[in-house]
Each structure stands twice: as structure tokens, then as C-alpha cells.
């Protein structure tokens, strides 16, 4: 089990560590965020957005979108120079090698995440600030689940010719029901209601976080190997 | 197959308060049977081809995905139709029409996949993987929006039992008969298909070593 971790750990901080150098996920997901805070506000213009019905969506499309450029990233780092094939002749379990992308790409998407909200919160100007902790709560929570089937899927579309085209045809419709799930919470949250009122869609989203992760742990070979 | 199938649906039904557009129901159910059948033939032989690697399964789960994908968009198609005159609107995001829907683009994706992949052991071992996560995606989804949406009575228009003419039943029935047929054998013909395409290939193959 410690060499489990210790695979996994060294494989996050191998991607952390280059993308503190280069800073190839970090900047444009981040900048692609922030455009499309930027659209949505001109979309909605002057109005404010409302926090029940309008922010949450609003919120969770940015991120959803975001998300799948720093997952991108994360597989064109291993398909240049064939590391991918290196990571995988190395004789460690392949589902070390799943949750240390995976760690690391929640890691990223996160930070990016902690950036957008608060340019957000006031480019549309939605009050996030009194209901910080559940929303980041939620945040982590739908963010892992997405990071699973991302990496999962990321994985699989870098093997193909349209790999930057069909890893979000791929991944949107299994990660509905995680949306769904964070989308309903968030809405509860930003609406001034406790967080016992969105207990149901934490634990939903704490349940698909668990099958996604048996997903990956047990297919993630399968995707990658030749 | 489809003589009868028409024969059906225009003689035996009486009228009832929806009218003609109810009609659609002796189609719609079935395709809808067919399709979570051919998606059950996805998952199972996506299971056999992670397990075995023979790509007997995977034609298997070639076809399923293909000809449940067809009957899916019947289903997508013929279901709105009847929507707009009994509830009076061509969509609602309720549990089993996004289900419905996910369904339909997660298999749409499978296909993709499929075709811009290159064809090798590694390609299909993906699209076993997308098949088998998809699959299980159905009753996840199902669960997230009927949790949080609210539920439409609909659960009771499907109800066989609870059909008030026995001529409707025996509608239902015969054309579900006809449908599941039509789609076993379309299966199995898209089966045979992959099957004699993989011997014309190897055939090429040899002859033009031969020739070499």
C-alpha cells in the first residue's frame, strides 16, 4: 500500500513540478476561465445574475470548460516524447499512475478554480463571500469527481486522431450526473440556505466521487496500454 | 416484419382522450426495450472483450451500440411527438427523458471514438471501457435527476397492466414482439457483417502476400 502512495505521490508532484516550470495548464486554463466569466457577463448584461437559479450554472460551465483544457494538457505532456510509454514500463500499478494524474490534475483545476471564484463572484456579482466554506466543500467535492473522469478520459481520447476534439464529446455526458449533483448544491449554498439543506447532493457527490474512482482504478490499463 | 408491424399499429387500437398521436406509444415503447436490450449487449460484451480479448466480443459490441443507438433516436424522435400534444411541450428535463438522452449522446461518443481511433487492440479496449462506464452511467444518471427534478406522473403511461383495452395490450405486445425480432436480427446481421469484413481483409492480406 505505501508504494501505492509513493507511485502516485512521485507521478502528481513529476506533473506539479513541470508545470511550476513551464506553466502551460496553469496560465490558459486560468485565462479561458476568466473569458468566459467575462462572456457570461456581457451576455447578462448590467442585470445581476441571480444565486439560486443562474449563478450555479453559470459557475459550473466555466469550470466545466476550463477543466477540460488543463486535462488536455496533462495527456499532451505524456504523449510528447513518448513518456507515457516510460511511466508505463515502469513496473508500478497502473492505479497509482491513474490517482497520481488524477491528484495532480485536481491539484491545478482547483487552484484555477480558487482564482475564477472570487473574479466571479464580482464580475457578475454574486455574494460568495458569507458562504465560502460550504461552497468550497462542494467545489472540492464536484472537482474530484471531474478530475476521475477526466483523467480516465483523457487518457483514452490521447490515443486517437482527434484526441482535443473528443475528449469533452466523451467526458460531458458521463459527468452530467456529478453536475447535476454540484449545480443543485451550489444553488442552495449561494441562496443564504445552511449546508444541512444540500446534504443530499454532497453525499450524491461524495457516491459518484466513489464509483468514478473504481472506474479509474480498474480501467485506467486498459486505457492507456498498447 | 414491418407489414405486420403496420398492420397493427393502424387496425387494432381504438381512440382514446389523446387521440391518434397515442398511436406513437406501440412504437415508442418497444424501440425503447430494444434499445436498453442493445445496450445491455454493449456492456456485457464489452466485459467479454476486456476479459478475453477476442474480437468476437467486440463485434458483438459493435453491433450492439450501433443498432441501440438507432433505436434510440426512433425513441428521441417519436418521443417528443407524442410529449407536445400530451403534455404540451416538445421537452422536459425529467429523469427519463435526460436519461434518455445522456444515453444517446454517451453511445454517440462511443461511436466516435470507435471511428477515429485506429482500429487496433488499444482502441477497443477504450471503447470497451467508454461502453461499460456508459452503461453504468444509466442508472447514475437516472438517480441524480429524479432526485433533484421533480418527477412526472409518466411512470403510470407506461404501466402495461394498466392498459384499458385489451386491443391495446395486444398491440403493445405484438409490435414489442416484432421490434425486439427486428433488432436481434439487426444485431446479429451487423455481427455477421463485422465478421465477413475481418475475412475480406486478412483475405487482401494474403493475396497480396502471395503475389509479393
Redesign the interface.
Known amino acids: 500500500m505505501t508504494s501505492f502512495w509513493n507511485t502516485a505521490f512521485a507521478v502528481a508532484a513529476k506533473d506539479l513540478r513541470l508545470e511550476g516550470r513551464s506553466r502551460e495548464a496553469l496560465v490558459p486554463t486560468g485565462f479561458f476561465a476568466l473569458l468566459l466569466t467575462v462572456l457570461f457577463g456581457f451576455a447578462f448584461q448590467s442585470e445581476p445574475v441571480d444565486p439560486r437559479t443562474q449563478a450555479p450554472g453559470l459557475l459550473w460551465a466555466a469550470f466545466s470548460f476550463a477543466g477540460v483544457i488543463a486535462l488536455q494538457r496533462s495527456f499532451a505532456l505524456e504523449r510528447d516524447g513518448n513518456c507515457l510509454r516510460a511511466l508505463l514500463l515502469a513496473p508500478v500499478d497502473r492505479g497509482a499512475l491513474f490517482v497520481g494524474k488524477a491528484l495532480a490534475n485536481f491539484l491545478l483545476i482547483g487552484l484555477v478554480e480558487a482564482v475564477v471564484l472570487p473574479i466571479f463572484s464580482v464580475l457578475l456579482r454574486v455574494p460568495v463571500a458569507p458562504c465560502l466554506g460550504p461552497l468550497a466543500l462542494i467545489i472540492c467535492l464536484a472537482t474530484l469527481g471531474f478530475v476521475e473522469v477526466g483523467t480516465?478520459?483523457s487518457g483514452?481520447?490521447s490515443?486517437?486522431?482527434?484526441r482535443d476534439v473528443?475528449l469533452p464529446?466523451?467526458l460531458?455526458?458521463?459527468w452530467?450526473?456529478i453536475l447535476?449533483?454540484a449545480v443543485?448544491s451550489t444553488g442552495l449554498v449561494l441562496s443564504g440556505r445552511p449546508l444541512s439543506e444540500a446534504r443530499?447532493?454532497l453525499i450524491?457527490l461524495a457516491v459518484?466521487d466513489a464509483?468514478f474512482l473504481g472506474?479509474g482504478l480498474l480501467?485506467f490499463e486498459?486505457?492507456v496500454?498498447? | 416484419m414491418l407489414l405486420g408491424l403496420a398492420l397493427a399499429y393502424l387496425y387494432v387500437p381504438s381512440e382514446r382522450t389523446m387521440g391518434d398521436v397515442q398511436r406513437i406509444f406501440y412504437f415508442h415503447v418497444p424501440f425503447a426495450m430494444s434499445a436498453f436490450l442493445a445496450f445491455g449487449v454493449v456492456l456485457i460484451s464489452s466485459l467479454g472483450y476486456l476479459s478475453t480479448r477476442d474480437r468476437a466480443w467486440d463485434r458483438w459490441a459493435q453491433a450492439g451500440a450501433e443498432v441501440g443507438f438507432l433505436c434510440c433516436t426512433i425513441v428521441l424522435l417519436t418521443g417528443p411527438v407524442w410529449a407536445r400534444s400530451a403534455w404540451g411541450v416538445w421537452w422536459t428535463w425529467d429523469a427519463r427523458l435526460s436519461t434518455t438522452l445522456l444515453l444517446w449522446l454517451i453511445y454517440a461518443a462511443y461511436l466516435m471514438l470507435r471511428s477515429y481511433g485506429d482500429g487496433g487492440d488499444r482502441t477497443l479496449r477504450q471503447a470497451a471501457v467508454l461502453g461499460i462506464a456508459g452503461a453504468l452511467n444509466v442508472p447514475i444518471v437516472y438517480y441524480s435527476v429524479a432526485w433533484f427534478r421533480t418527477q412526472h406522473p409518466q411512470a403510470t403511461f407506461f404501466t402495461r397492466e394498466g392498459l384499458p383495452v385489451p386491443e391495446m395490450a395486444i398491440a403493445l405486445r405484438f409490435c414489442l414482439a416484432v421490434v425486439i425480432l427486428l433488432v436481434v436480427d439487426l444485431i446479429w446481421k451487423r455481427v455477421w457483417l463485422a465478421h465477413l469484413e475481418e475475412r475480406r481483409d486478412r483475405l487482401r492480406l494474403e493475396l497480396e502476400e502471395a503475389r509479393a
Do not use: K, S, W
Open positions: 480516465l478520459f483514452m481520447a490515443g486517437t486522431r482527434l473528443l464529446l466523451v460531458y455526458p458521463v452530467v450526473p447535476v449533483a443543485e443530499e447532493g450524491l459518484f464509483i472506474l480501467f486498459h486505457v496500454e498498447e
